[in-house]
């Protein structure tokens, strides 16, 4: 089955600092990747719908200059957290559709950011 | 505004029993709806998808329903075992906007042994 691939994990940065996360697709190529986030016991909220050589779409209230996303390939995503703030520390999953745009979302398994 | 409504209670039950898992929504008009299991510090893991002109759907202990009327899917995790227990999400696209995919909060199901 398709297999999308999160790094790091797990990430501890210092305020004012910049943290990079990579989403890839492992067996399939993905068009579009999808960015969310999640506070506990909370939904994953949509942060950002990134497009494989164009500009992220982001949704209402996200910065998109905080959250800086770059779709270099088919393969690969990135998203970058830039001078984080602890209000910035989150759970940070990433998700591709190996099918149309109808088929199920296949997610990494998260960036757990913690900033101090 | 756009709501997706999942018990926020967790639901506790016996293994051997039925679980079901309640989703409700408001001004949408999925085209389809989905469940996912979250387990914690993991990604979601995508169980069953249902469209709008399907009334039910099955996937071996598994069963999910879907009334657009109501504006209500039921999520049924027949002989239930402790290693279901896990987080389970309800999903809708967005619809307008590029198929997006937005989550309910998720119930939080234990199975006892």
């Known amino acids: 089955g398709a297999v999308v691939s999160q790094h790091p994990s797990r990430v501890i940065c210092k305020s004012g600092t910049s943290v990079k996360i990579e989403c890839r697709s492992l067996?399939?190529?993905?068009?579009?990747m999808f960015w969310y986030r999640q506070f506990p016991k909370k939904s994953l909220m949509l942060m950002a719908t990134?497009?494989?050589?164009?500009?992220?779409?982001?949704e209402q209230g996200v910065e998109k200059d905080k959250f800086l996303i770059n779709h270099a390939s088919l393969t690969l995503s990135t998203l970058t957290v830039t001078s984080a703030h602890p209000e910035d520390s989150s759970f940070y999953i990433c998700?591709?559709?190996?099918?149309?745009?109808?088929?199920?979302?296949?997610f990494g398994n998260g960036t757990r950011l913690t900033v101090t | 505004s756009q709501k997706i409504e999942q018990n926020s209670e967790a639901l506790n039950i016996q293994e051997g029993k039925t679980a079901t898992l309640t989703c409700n929504y408001t001004n949408y008009s999925p085209a389809y709806l989905q469940w996912y299991r979250q387990d914690p510090g993991r990604g979601p893991v995508f169980l069953l998808l249902?469209?709008?002109?399907?009334k039910e759907k099955r996937k071996e202990r598994l069963k999910v329903t879907f009334d657009t009327t109501l504006k209500q899917s039921l999520f049924h995790i027949t002989a239930s075992q402790p290693a279901d227990s896990a987080t389970y999400l309800c999903?809708?696209?967005?619809?307008?906007?590029?198929?997006?995919?937005?989550f309910g909060a998720g119930t939080r199901l234990f199975v006892k042994a």
């Open positions: 999903a809708l696209d967005k619809g307008t906007g590029g198929f997006k995919t937005i």
């Open positions: 067996d399939f190529q993905a068009t579009t």
């Open positions: 998700s591709a559709r190996e099918g149309p745009q109808d088929s199920p979302l296949h």
């Open positions: 249902i469209r709008e002109n399907e």
């Open positions: 990134s497009n494989e050589g164009s500009k992220a779409t982001y």
